[in-house]
């Protein structure tokens, strides 16, 4: 399945590697071929070094205090999650040759071009990007179609990302609702902001999920989503700065088939009875002869009622009748109908 922006009626689902690869290029193959056979449409990994997102430095301002990262330094622990450049394009031959979507999320303009000399072909901007302006105009001023988390922002930050993209001539693209905490929790995502933004910016919209399980995924999708996000590991027993909040295949298996099933509940626009419905139609009420009645005799509420099958005269048609005389004689157990009155 090839990304297409235009086209997303059906969800589209990433699996995001991100760190899970746990430094082995050949886990990192092995985590594209499960994506692919747990349902993905897509493997996304993220394009830095740890000199392109921060620098090595270790006073208080590049030390993590809290959360599943605690006590981590920045430098370090981007140096323990990143994936080397050197595999990636590799990594896109091996996703495209099982039928993969390749993605990647570049951090500055050098992993822009690299990923850029090696054909991607669509963009993630990650929530923490979401205020570095000049990254986001970079990345739209290749044309190609936008896939942007929303995590922390705010309403005007979001519509300051959205505008600097359109400011380069790109309309290509895709906000994801996103909580970003690690791991999520269900009372963060407040999915109702991800409705609200489908209809404040006018484009398609769609949940980067850092929750346990699928709940979350699989309500966004019930609730309009077009794209899904959830990171994906091989088990989360092979340590990683993100395998403590990843999928296991199965798990995303799961996932992708309730999601499967919620689009199928949800279905098309359509009124009047569906090809299995069309059966009870004859168990519908109608209006029936309910005591023998002569010619000429008038229909009251004693010789006609609306009952159940169907077969008789539509209800809304009983105020009408009622006083209206019997052209012939009907017997009980007769449908109404329009020639047996005067």
Known sequence: MRFDINDLNKTYIIAEMSANHAGSKERAKEIIHAAKESGADCIKIQTYTPDTITIDCDNEYFRINKGLWDGENLYKLYGKAYTPWEWQAELKEEAEKVGLDFLSTPFDNTAVDFLESIGLEFYKIASFELVHIPLIKYIASKGKPIIMSTGMGSFQEISDAVNAIKSCGNNKICLLRCASAYPAISDSMNLNTMVDMKEKFGVPVGLSDHSMGYIGAVSAVAMG??????????????????????????????????????????????????????????????????????????????????????????????????????????????????????
Not at 261 to 288: C, D, H, M, Q
Not at 293 to 311: Q, T
């Open 225 to 342: 989503a077009s794209v899904i996000e959830k990171h994906f590991c091989i088990s989360r027993e092979i340590e990683n700065p993100d395998s403590a909040f990843s999928m296991e295949p199965s798990e995303f298996k799961e996932m992708v088939q309730n999601i499967r099933i919620v689009e199928k509940a949800k279905g098309t626009i359509n009124y009047g009875p569906t090809k299995e419905e069309e059966g009870n139609l004859a168990f519908r009420r109608s209006i029936f002869v309910v005591k023998d009645i002569k010619e000429g005799e008038i229909l009251n509420e004693e010789n006609i009622r609306v009952i159940r099958p169907s077969a008789g005269m539509e209800p809304k048609f009983y105020e009408e009748v009622l006083g209206k005389k019997a052209s012939f004689d009907m017997v009980k157990g007769t449908p109404l109908s329009w020639d047996a009155l005067m």
